[in-house]
């Protein structure tokens, strides 16, 4: 039971913009506890893509963006590319339930 | 660079015990928090423990409390899960992550590096 929402998935052309909510509450993302995105390529293990809402581990393009407000964050890429075909999943701390939760995950594709 | 590898997966049977092994190599192993984090066949990513760097705290998701339990050797570099009791439904592929920070509890970080996965099928 994941209290981080994403939508199941999000499409797009090469080249275009494409976004990911993460809706959370009062108890994780609404209480000031970060949000991290990790993209799942096909068959492979996670990897840290943004951390601390907004920011780039070395080696992340720029085309990947991360912003949040009140209890929910998004995660933004543009100039889309075939690459970007993945799962992507956002991560936070619920103080509720003493967890850490994950988004439910979104799946993007490239037309 | 950070190299998780994980190892010890295979098939076990319902209520039967597992040990799982992470071996941790390019950082400093006993400085950081490490997680196991694992994902059901075709499905999301799921929490399932904390041990701090220190080994002195521990933090269990509730799917898992009482029948797992998490430790680790500084000195070998080296993280274990013990699963005992074990369902059909913790059926997955378990990773190791390392915290961003010590794991302590103070304030939550990110997972910064992850193992390739190690998959344990609980089934008769």
């Known amino acids: 039971q994941s209290v981080l929402t994403q939508p199941p998935s999000v499409s797009g052309a090469p080249g275009q913009r494409v976004t990911i909510s993460c809706t959370g509450g009062?108890?994780?993302?609404?209480?000031?506890?970060?949000v991290h995105w990790y993209q799942q390529l096909p068959g492979t293990a996670p990897k840290l893509l943004i951390y601390?809402?907004?920011n780039r581990p070395l080696g992340v393009p720029d085309r990947f963006s991360g912003s949040y407000s009140g209890a929910s964050a998004s995660l933004a890429i543009t100039g889309l590319q075939s690459e970007d075909e993945a799962d992507y999943y956002c991560?936070?701390?619920?103080?509720?339930?003493?967890?850490?939760?994950f988004g439910t995950g979104t799946k993007v594709t490239v037309l | 660079q950070v190299q998780l590898v994980e190892s010890g997966g295979g098939v076990v049977q319902p209520g039967r015990s597992l040990r799982l092994t992470c071996a941790a190599s390019?950082?400093?192993?006993?400085?950081?928090?490490i997680h196991w984090v694992r994902q059901a066949p075709g499905k999301g990513l799921e929490w399932v423990a904390l041990i701090s760097y220190d080994g002195t705290k521990k933090y269990y998701g509730d799917s898992v409390k009482g029948r797992f339990i998490i430790t680790r050797d500084n000195s070998k570099n080296t993280l274990f899960l013990q699963m005992s009791s074990l369902r059909v439904e913790d059926t997955a592929v378990y990773y190791c992550?390392?915290?961003?920070?010590?794991?302590?509890?103070?304030?939550?970080?990110?997972?910064?590096?992850w193992g390739q996965g190690t998959l344990v099928p609980v089934s008769s």
């Open positions: 009062s108890s994780n993302i609404g209480s000031g506890y970060e």
């Open positions: 601390g809402y907004v």
């Open positions: 390019g950082f400093t192993f006993s400085n950081f928090g």
């Open positions: 991560q936070s701390y619920d103080s509720g339930l003493s967890v850490y939760v």
């Open positions: 992550a390392k915290d961003a920070g010590d794991g302590s509890g103070s304030y939550p970080l990110s997972f910064d590096y």
